[in-house]
């Protein structure tokens, strides 16, 4: 009996050692020391040993069960240490390799510009308002004193949707929906995209404008003036001079273009500004007495002052960029450098 205990012993010891793996370990250690194990079960049939050879009997069965367990942890903290210096060899994380580099996107240029310009006009008091880009003719022309058939409407090549519905040809209508809604005294500014049929290096049939309109009593064009004059000095420098040339609008009265010296070559004379040292940024007057009437002001007590801005030609000048169709193309490798 004492013998086969032994041998039982010697068995295990020498599967123990054959083990390759943890896997091994875990088998050997059920097939001996588990429920129905075969050590196990001698201790289980300890009872029926008489009592003489009892005690014999138990300690071998307990030595050998300590060897046992002793020898399979023993092992298995070998095969552990192994498998986790396998793991750390084989998972290690080189931390000096250059990490996986994600782009940022930022924002279009225009947006750019036309969020610089925004900021301007809101530290001047200035109020944002919005307006459809699908506009009723009345409120792209109509209520702006250009009658349906008047020729003034050719100045700008229309999308028409049907005889009374426009893709808005310019951000002017805003001063009427928002004269409609509200009583003086107003500083508004309309940021948006506009639409004219019209196509080449320096016209896209989509591009962004920005309205600013005040009114209330005693407004005159010296307010314009002197808002307009801020506004150029913050976007393109305060040695930027500004020229005032009479023009004509039907929205206001009296009408000037407002040009710049050029940025480019700082008013000696380049392409840029065709060799006239001035270039043209935005048209601007007093709102004509008719849109205030038309609007629901008295134009006795109220005046006012409107200008509309192109920003991509902001933009364009601000950037050096030539070509105004560059914008919508968005190519990356242009956008990349603003
Ligand atoms: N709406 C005019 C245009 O698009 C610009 C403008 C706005 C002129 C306000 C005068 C006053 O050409």
Not at 27 to 35: H, T
Not at 59 to 67: D, I, V
Request: aromatic residues 10%; proline residues 5%.
């Amino acid at each position: 009996m004492l013998n086969e205990i032994l041998s039982i012993k010697n068995l295990a010891g020498e599967e123990i050692k054959k083990a390759c793996n943890l896997k091994d370990i875990q088998d050997i250690r059920i097939k001996y020391l588990g429920k129905k194990g075969v050590l196990t079960g001698r201790m289980k049939s300890l009872g029926s040993i008489s009592k003489e050879d009892r005690p014999e009997y138990g300690r071998t069965l307990n030595e050998s069960k300590n060897f046992i367990e002793d020898l399979l942890n023993r092992q298995e903290e070998q095969f552990r240490s192994t498998e986790l210096n396998q793991s750390i060899q084989t998972q290690r994380i080189d931390v000096t390799v250059p990490g996986c580099f994600v782009p940022f996107g930022h924002l279009h240029p225009v947006t750019q510009t036309l969020d610089e310009i925004t900021a301007i006009f809101i530290s001047l008091g200035f109020n944002v308002e919005e307006g459809p880009e699908i506009e009723l003719d009345f409120y792209n022309f109509e209520a702006l004193n250009m009658p349906r058939d008047h020729p003034a409407r050719d100045m700008q090549d229309t999308f028409y949707i049907n005889d009374d519905v426009v893709l808005r040809t310019h951000t002017s209508p805003v001063q009427v929906r928002v004269m409609e809604k509200n009583i003086p005294p107003l500083r508004v500014i309309a940021p948006g995209k506009v639409y004219r049929c019209d196509a080449d290096v320096s016209h896209i049939p989509m591009f962004h404008q920005l309205e600013g309109f005040m009114v209330d009593k005693d407004i005159r064009m010296t307010d314009l003036k002197g808002m307009l004059e801020l506004f150029v000095h913050s976007v393109f420098g305060i040695d930027t001079s500004l020229r005032f040339r009479p023009s004509f609008f039907p929205f206001t009265e009296p009408s000037a273009e407002i040009d710049i010296s050029c940025v480019i070559c700082k008013g000696t004379g380049c392409n840029v500004c065709k060799g006239t040292g001035w270039i043209e940024i935005l048209g601007a007057g007093m709102i004509n007495p008719r849109v205030l009437e038309m609007s629901g002001y008295d134009p006795d007590l109220y005046t006012g002052f409107a200008f509309g801005l192109g920003i991509e030609r902001v933009a364009m000048l601000k950037y050096g960029i030539d070509d105004i169709r560059l914008f919508p193309e968005n190519d990356k490798r242009f956008l990349e450098q603003f």
